[in-house]
């Protein structure tokens, strides 16, 4: 696949591609980055830009020394810095006669379903218009409780919000490896993973650097996000100029697959919500139910977890602690303990009122677990 056969790409790009902590912007990297872009959208491929950095930026403007920042002088760095990375991004896009758009997010802008269609209103507005949307989390007021916290979750977001065919997430590593392949001499590189199996979420560890937030960890959940909504992912390193226009050239790259079967938009705001409000697990039996595409009924319910209401995205686990599925729950958490393991047509007689006889209704929920084990692994020194 080449990457201009994409109508919609979103590109992910690391901290630690576009700051140095000494030197402040790498302009360099930026421009060759813009040139890329450039070429994307002169082919007709509609381009958005997550652009991670302003923390970092804000770092070196105000010469905040190594170490780790508490929550203001993080939200105060990423105001210095958010202008700073906003306008390189409008200076190297306009030299290519594009036109940059700022758009900052928080939680509530996607989780939220209301808010959720206002910034997607606004994103396909500003794409209409032919300029580019850069995006990033809205640092400065973000606190620790309402916060994505790395942008590979917020860019895969953005992809599904949009409908983006391809995400790109660039960083400082090339792809996934069987295990961290700078501890693991015998890791093995996988150039393509069909299904994000719970074996390639094991591979993926917790790993972190000072400047970004996001590890392996944060790349994977991103592509469950991504691929489940139809939209393909990359894993590519940003550590060469022209990374776009490297990856084209054959650079390696993990690839993971879109769903054969992509959900529908409304189910792929439920999956891609970042935070359930509480969690059903539920008996093999429905377990297997919901595989073969039912609804989740109050019987098959072993326990409840969580004060959630009505309406609420909830995660639907295994009785081995596997996350099966995510759904919106018909009740509340009270109601739903008093009438989990019970019988359908008892819910009139224990809660008072006939509520509907599933718990979790086929129409709102989406499945999260793949599967089986489907990728193909190629030796690291290959
Ligand atoms: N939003 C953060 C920033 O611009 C970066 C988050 C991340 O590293 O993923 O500094």
Redesign the pocket.
Same mark, same amino acid.
Do not use: V
């Given at each position: 696949m080449t990457l201009s056969s994409c109508r919609r790409i979103v590109i992910k790009i &690391?901290?630690a591609l576009l700051v140095d902590r000494a030197s402040g912007l790498k302009k360099a990297w930026l421009d060759a980055m813009c040139e890329d872009i450039a070429a994307l959208t002169a082919k007709g491929t509609e381009v958005l830009v997550v652009s /991670? &950095? =302003?923390? =970092?930026m804000g770092r070196t403007v105000l010469d905040i020394g190594a170490g780790a920042l508490r929550l203001e002088e993080s939200q105060a760095a =990423?105001a210095v &810095?958010q202008i700073a990375l906003a306008r390189a991004w409008s200076e190297g896009l306009s030299r290519h006669d594009i036109v940059a758009g700022q758009i900052l997010l928080t939680l509530g802008d996607t989780e939220e379903r209301r808010r959720y269609l206002n910034a997607r209103a606004t994103i396909s507005q500003l794409m209409r218009l032919k300029a580019v949307p850069v995006i #990033?989390?809205n !640092?400065t007021v973000a606190t620790s409780e309402i916060r994505y916290g !790395? #942008? !590979?979750r917020l860019a895969a977001r953005v992809a599904t919000m949009v409908g983006a065919d391809l995400l790109v997430l660039l960083s400082d590593i090339d792809g996934l490896y069987t295990a961290p392949p700078h501890l693991d001499p015998k890791a093995e590189f996988l150039p393509v993973v069909q299904a994000i199996t719970p074996e390639i979420e094991a591979m993926a560890g917790g790993a972190a650097s000072e400047l /970004?937030? &996001?590890g392996m960890r944060t790349k994977i959940d991103a592509g469950k996000i991504a691929t489940s909504a139809g939209c393909a992912m990359i894993i590519a390193s940003g550590k060469v100029d022209h990374p776009l226009r490297a990856i084209v050239d054959g650079a390696r790259h993990s690839w993971f697959a879109p769903s054969s079967k992509p959900v529908t938009a409304w189910k792929t705001w439920i999956a891609g919500k970042l935070a359930p409000a509480g969690r059903l697990t539920i008996d093999d039996g429905a377990e297997r139910a919901l595989m073969s595409g039912k609804s989740l009924l109050p019987a098959g319910v072993r326990a409840v977890d969580g004060d959630f209401a009505r309406g609420d995205t909830i995660a639907v686990m295994s009785l081995d602690g596997r996350e099966i599925a995510r759904g919106l729950s018909s009740y509340d958490g009270q109601e739903a303990r008093l009438i989990s393991g019970k019988k359908s047509a008892d819910i009139e007689a224990i809660l008072g009122y006939s509520g509907r006889a599933a718990m979790v209704h086929r129409d709102d929920m989406v499945m999260t677990a793949a599967r089986k084990a489907k990728a193909k692994k190629e030796s690291a020194d290959a």
């Open positions: &690391g901290s /991670s &950095g =302003a923390i =970092a =990423a &810095g #990033n989390e !640092d !790395d #942008n !590979d /970004s937030r &996001g």
